[in-house]
């Protein structure tokens, strides 16, 4: 999907609740409205993918292939098979719907801090 450097949990949170316009706070919160559940599970979805971690581990820049769906769980106060459960569903999101990748593509750049992804991201419908 992307290339690897390791992101902290709390700047992929950060990234993903601007996109959305949402609240840090709501994605870690019990809120279930369908576009901040739907922001959650993205954001979980892209801490897996993109190795995240905790803010000192970030610090190390460190490639990591893939962050637990413990850690994850641990991260956003869910437990792991709510985690499985959102990485699972978002992954088969992205590959039917071609403008979902792109929006997890850019979001990713936006992350790396790829020079082309400066624009605002918009995110398409929710499913």
């Known amino acids: 999907m992307m290339e690897r450097r390791a992101i902290s949990i709390s700047e992929i949170q950060e990234t993903v609740a601007a996109a959305f316009h949402v609240s840090r706070a709501d ?33 190390g820049n460190e490639a990591r292939a893939r962050a637990s769906f413990p850690r994850i769980a ?11 459960y959102a990485c699972g ?6 590959r039917l719907d071609l403008a979902f990748a792109r929006l997890l593509d850019r979001i990713a750049g936006k992350l790396l801090g790829h020079p082309g992804d400066k624009s605002e991201i918009q995110s398409p419908e929710n499913p």
């Open 89 to 94: 569903a978002i992954e088969r999101r992205r």
């Open 74 to 84: 641990i991260a956003f106060g869910r437990n792991h098979s709510s985690v499985i």
């Open 27 to 59: 994605l870690l919160s019990r809120n279930r409205r369908h576009h901040v559940a739907y922001a959650r599970h993205i954001a979980m979805y892209l801490t897996r993918e993109m190795g995240g971690r905790s803010g000192d581990e970030a610090a």
